[in-house]
């Protein structure tokens, strides 16, 4: 089992950055590969970035490529998205997710799901 919560939400402006965590608990963490997700309203959810067990291996959507980073830390249980020059189309809900099995390409898969925090930008 693990619980994953994330924070680091909050509202921008359009142009600046946020970082958001996602903290598991369990001592398997550097065994799952991490990803993020995002609903924004009205929309199905979206899979945005992933990342493999080590670290060594990132994935991007589209639109997010050169504007946000996943990393994680292992040690700290920790996993982050940097979000660089925000759009007002990146407001949602955003959720880390982690999975023990797959390719970090597909957003399928995915276990455990964290509770979400709202990513608001203002034009």
């Known amino acids: 089992q693990v619980q994953l919560v994330e924070s680091g ?59 946000f980073t996943i990393s994680r830390d292992n040690a700290k249980n920790t996993v982050y998205l940097q979000m660089n020059s925000l759009k007002p189309e990146d407001t949602a809900v955003y959720y880390c997710a982690a999975k023990r099995l797959g390719s970090i390409t597909y957003g399928g898969g995915y276990e455990y799901w964290g509770q979400g925090t709202q990513v608001t930008v203002s034009s």
């Open 9 to 67: 939400g909050g509202l921008v402006l359009a142009g600046r950055s946020l970082r958001l965590s996602c903290a598991a608990s369990g001592r398997t963490f550097s065994s799952y590969m991490m990803g993020w997700f995002r609903q924004a309203p009205g929309k199905e959810r979206e899979f945005v970035a992933a990342i493999s067990w080590s670290g060594g291996n990132t994935y991007y959507i589209d639109s997010v490529k050169g504007r």
